[in-house]
């Protein structure tokens, strides 16, 4: 086995470790399974590479990303190593030259995408050219309470078992949860040689700003910074390309990047990227991810992220030199209610969607922090710290005020409400907006109707936020994105704990252009629930969700809310076929029961009025099953003949009598009433 020390100074260029690293690689060079969760721009990648050069044979490296594995083979093989990647990005000669070095022996580290693991030939494959040891990059990815979750790193367990060699995993953000998934996922739950190298950047500079004409503030940042690399994240493809636009319009070097993207088109962006000084790439969070550019100095989010382990993996990008870098992240209403519809719509189990919910609480306490930002996210990943001095709080500190009071008058209208409604509705009940709902839900009239009056809508909007951020209040995905009150929060509701507020974000809070929603509040929840249900469905029929039903159908769904198959035949884009295959799929996530199978001759009425006629003339006859006294023989009559009476409606006992089904006895017993139902309908 080759000297690590030597190697590190021959190989890498560097005379000696960066703090942490050398336990790491003395672990993984020793063969133990490792887990080591290390700060972006910490020297990760250096902790597998430089073993796989000591030890024997060939390491495998599992990466997310091929933008990270090119990255990562280009700077190996510029240093000497003889390294290679298999990727999807790959053309036909760059695939035959590492199969070429495979055979040879002379390739010590290859990199892979999880989704290769799928394949049969993979594991002979490495037995072939004789693994010795597996690293996983990003090894977060393998979490599915995570916030990157890739499906395929969950067959990397079983890759370890097969080939019966160490694995190392290295990630630089994961709360206690995902890393006890990790181990159990990769490791079997036999705990590994664990480094926790801390999650501070204190070169970082962190700061949140509310939005106020976000793409005015993104400029300005980007202004005040000229001529420097820097990213944006954006939420959505299309905003990446106006935003890059804008700022090509405000003469900066500024190009998009995202995964609609033709695969050439991202490459040209990706090494522009990396031999550009000042290209400023406006992108979705796909990018970036191992990009070994040490000398970005900004990274700004023109919308919310999803949670702060995604926040904290994407400003990592910044500053990998250790030089002074920014942030910036722009938050509002917008973002919360996208992110909240993200999750709800998603097809994640109960308990992960409330854990989802909690986790981007976490992001907004962050962002409605009161004091030292840093403190707050650090406190996140288990690590205490004083304050920093380098973010804007620490700089600026937050105006606060005494909260407690409005805080109990929010609780108190959620309980008198039942927990059944979203901040909008509630919003109206605290200000006295007397509209159509409170109404008729006869809010109007609870103790807590206009108790809030001396504070604006956008205020409250404002609490509400800082509510979450503290997380006092949840949407329940139960109840449609309903807010329901946590533990936490019940000590100041009795008036046994204070809470203080920042009250330049309630002051800031200004009224903005309402957007249309599909939905009034009221259906926006049970809306995001069965687009929930339709996409299941598409996903597993392998059709586009349209097919399953249009928007339009969705939105008649919600705001008709029917409770029947009868009342769902009436929606608009509900025939028979779709009503038989999804009608009842539909109706059990309106009614929140199960909806019993329907006896095929009532089935075949459904939506018209002989199965209102069908259902009258069941009663009827299991009322007289044993005669008006409930003494005589019993009798009944089969679907098929009930059926053929709602269909035919006779109007005289001869007619009814003619019916296959309908005898004497029969007559005598149900004609009349039966004949009543008829002339009633």
């Known amino acids: ?118 394949s049969a030939a993979t594991v002979p494959m490495l037995r072939r050219i004789n693994c010795t040891m597996i690293a996983v990059d990003e090894a977060h990815c393998v979490s599915q309470w995570g916030h990157d979750f890739r499906p395929d790193y969950l067959r990397i367990g079983a890759l370890r078992r097969s080939l019966g060699v160490p694995l190392a995993a290295f990630t630089a953000t994961a709360d206690e949860e995902t890393r006890a998934e990790i181990v159990t996922r990769l490791f079997d739950g036999e705990a590994p040689a664990t480094f926790l190298r801390g999650f501070d950047r204190p070169n970082i500079h962190l700061a949140f700003a509310v939005k106020d004409s976000p793409r005015e503030q993104i400029l300005r940042f980007a202004g005040a910074r000229r001529g420097q690399s820097g990213i944006v994240y954006c939420g959505t493809r299309a905003k990446t390309e106006t935003l890059a636009q804008a700022l090509r319009s405000d003469a900066h070097a500024a190009c998009f990047y995202h995964g609609g993207m033709d695969a050439d088109d991202r490459r040209q962006v990706e090494i522009r990227f990396q031999q550009e000084d000042g290209l400023i790439v406006v992108a979705t969070v796909a990018f970036g991810m191992g990009i070994d550019k040490p000398d970005i100095r900004w990274v700004a989010h023109a919308d919310l992220p999803k949670s702060i382990e995604g926040y904290y993996q994407e400003i990592g990008r910044a500053g990998r030199d250790g030089a002074p870098a920014e942030t910036l992240t722009l938050y509002g209403p917008d973002d919360i209610r996208l992110r909240r519809t993200q999750i ?109 009056r001396e504070m604006s809508k956008p205020a409250w909007g404002a609490v509400f936020r800082q509510m979450m951020g503290r997380d006092l209040v949840r949407p329940d995905p139960d109840r449609y994105g309903a807010l329901r009150m946590t533990e936490a929060a019940r000590p100041i509701l009795r008036g046994e704990a204070a809470i203080t507020l920042r009250s330049d974000t309630v002051e800031k809070a200004s009224p903005r252009v309402a957007v249309k929603m599909m939905v009034s509040e009221q259906d926006a929840g049970l809306l995001s629930a069965l687009k929930s249900k339709r996409r299941a469905l598409a996903e597993a029929a392998g059709v586009p969700a349209y097919v399953i039903f249009a928007d339009r159908t969705l939105i008649e769904m919600a705001e008709k809310r029917p409770t029947t198959l009868d009342e769902m035949m009436g929606i608009t884009g509900v025939g028979a076929k779709k009503l038989e295959s999804y009608g009842r799929g539909f109706l059990e996530v309106i009614t929140g029961a199960l909806t019993g199978e329907m006896h095929p001759a009532r089935k075949a009425l459904v939506g018209r009025n002989a199965g209102v006629i069908f259902d009258r003339l069941s009663e009827e006859q299991l009322r007289l099953a044993r005669g008006e006294d409930g003494i005589g023989k019993h009798l009944s009559c089969a679907h098929s003949t009930l059926r053929q009476i709602a269909e035919r409606r006779p109007s005289t006992l001869s007619e009814l009598g003619s019916i296959q089904g309908m005898g004497d006895l029969k007559i005598e017993r149900f004609g009349e009433a039966f004949l009543s139902v008829l002339r009633e309908a």
């Open 344 to 452: 709800d719509e998603g097809l994640a189990p109960p308990e992960r969607k409330d854990a989802d919910h909690g986790r981007l609480n976490a992001l907004l306490g962050l962002a409605e922090a009161t004091a030292c930002r840093r403190q707050v996210l650090l406190g996140y990943f288990g690590e205490a710290s004083e304050p920093c001095g380098n973010c804007d709080l620490c700089e600026r500190p937050a105006a606060l005020f005494d909260a407690t009071e409005a805080v109990r008058k929010a609780l108190s209208a959620m309980l008198r409400t039942g927990e059944y409604f979203g901040a909008g509705h509630l919003i109206d009940i605290l200000t006295g907006t007397s509209t159509t709902k409170v109404r008729d839900k006869g809010h109007d009239q609870l103790p807590t109707f206009a108790i809030g």
């Open 1 to 118: 086995m080759q000297d690590p020390v030597a190697l590190l100074h021959s190989v890498f260029g560097f005379s000696a470790y960066r703090q942490g690293q050398e336990e790491i690689v003395d672990a993984v060079l020793a063969g133990q399974n490792t887990l080591a969760i290390m700060p972006t721009g910490g020297g990760k990648s250096l902790c597998f590479q430089l073993p796989a050069l000591c030890r024997p044979g060939v390491t495998v490296v599992i990466s997310p990303l091929i933008a990270l594995m090119r990255d990562q083979v280009r700077a190996l093989r510029e240093a000497g190593v003889e390294a290679g990647a298999l990727t999807s990005g790959n053309t036909e000669e760059e695939t035959e030259q590492v199969f070429a070095k495979l055979d040879a022996g002379i390739l010590k580290l290859l990199y892979m995408a999880p989704e290769r693991l799928a």
